[in-house]
Every structure is written in structure tokens, then in C-alpha cells.
């Protein structure tokens, strides 16, 4: 009864190494675009510096550098994004992340809301955009309407931001960063 037994475990045991090695074995599905523009973003994780330019002009930022940090977390589930404008105290931070089939971005605003924006791939390869989607909180001081960002190389991307200012009028900032080694 005893070696029957043992049989038994030892059938089960190989049943499931084999299962597990066919699991293993299948190919990987192919990437979504969502996936394959994460990935892209994913690589621009690390610490960036450089220079900003806004439409229309402001004083307020007018000769002003920025400072950016891409890092993964959330078991390279989410990117995290820190932006640090000099002279300005606050520190916006934006969060990228897959939905299912969607590429989405949650802006956590100095202006005191959450606007979300969905991605969308270009046709270059290099850029992803995007578009907003829906707004948590106050829309009393206006809101981030759009981001899109392009590598430009290892080492080099740019950034730009669309802030929907009360009464519709867009304001656009580029941010041209350089990786700090």
C-alpha cells in the first residue's frame, strides 16, 4: 500500500514538472502598443536635467531649468515621474501605468486636482502622447490638458506639457533634458 502510494506522489509530482515546464515553454504573447510605449518610457528611467520654454512667455518661469526623475516602482508596474522647476517649491509628481490595454497617466497637480490622460503611440516610434481623459478635483485654478514625450536618444528627450488655464487658454512648456550621469 505503501509503494502505491509513493507511485501516486511521484506520478503527481511528474504531472505537474511537466505541466510547468509546457507553461514555460509558450511563447510570449505579442506587446501591445500600451505595452510597447511603457517599455519605451520605462527607459528613460533616471535623473534629467535642462531647460524650459513657455507659450505664452511667462516671467514667472522665464530662465528657470527643471530637474526630472523617472523612476520604476511598484514592481516596474508603475513609473513614477518628479519634476523640480528652481526657485518653485513644489514638486508635481505624475504616475504612468498600464490599465489593461491602455497607457494611462494620473498628473498629481500643484494645481490641486488629478487630471488623467490616456496614451497613444505615434507613428515614429520615439514619441508617445497624451490625451485627457478625466479630472479628480477642482478645476478652479485650470488643469495639465496634455504631456508627450520623445527620446530623442539615450542620453537626450524632451517633454512637453499643455496646462489648461481657467477660460481655455492653453499654456505650453517644452522641457529639453539631458540625462545627469
Not at 508635481?92 to 488623467?116: F, Q, S, V
Not at 479628480?136 to 504631456?147: L, T
Request: aromatic share 8%; proline share 5%.
Amino acid at each position: 500500500m505503501k509503494s502505491l502510494r509513493s507511485l501516486a506522489v511521484v506520478a503527481v509530482a511528474g504531472f505537474a514538472s511537466v505541466m510547468c515546464a509546457q507553461e514555460m515553454q509558450k511563447p510570449e504573447a505579442p506587446k501591445s502598443e500600451a505595452q510597447k510605449s511603457f517599455e519605451q518610457l520605462k527607459s528613460l528611467a533616471g535623473s534629467w536635467q535642462g531647460s524650459m520654454s513657455i507659450d505664452p512667455p511667462s516671467k514667472e518661469f522665464d530662465g528657470k531649468t527643471v530637474q526630472v526623475s523617472l523612476r520604476p516602482t511598484s514592481m516596474g508596474n508603475a513609473l513614477m515621474h518628479e519634476m523640480r522647476v528652481s526657485g518653485r517649491p513644489d514638486d508635481p509628481i505624475t504616475m504612468l501605468y498600464l490599465d489593461g490595454d491602455h497607457l494611462l497617466l494620473t498628473h498629481y497637480c500643484d494645481a490641486g486636482n488629478r487630471p488623467r490622460m490616456v496614451a497613444r503611440t505615434l507613428s515614429d516610434g520615439k514619441t508617445v502622447e497624451f490625451d485627457f481623459l478625466d479630472l479628480s478635483g477642482s478645476n478652479d485654478y485650470g488643469h495639465m490638458h496634455h504631456a508627450t514625450f520623445t527620446a530623442i536618444d539615450a542620453n537626450h528627450h524632451v517633454e512637453e506639457w499643455t496646462y489648461m488655464e481657467r477660460g481655455d487658454k492653453p499654456a505650453k512648456v517644452r522641457f529639453n533634458l539631458q540625462r545627469v550621469q
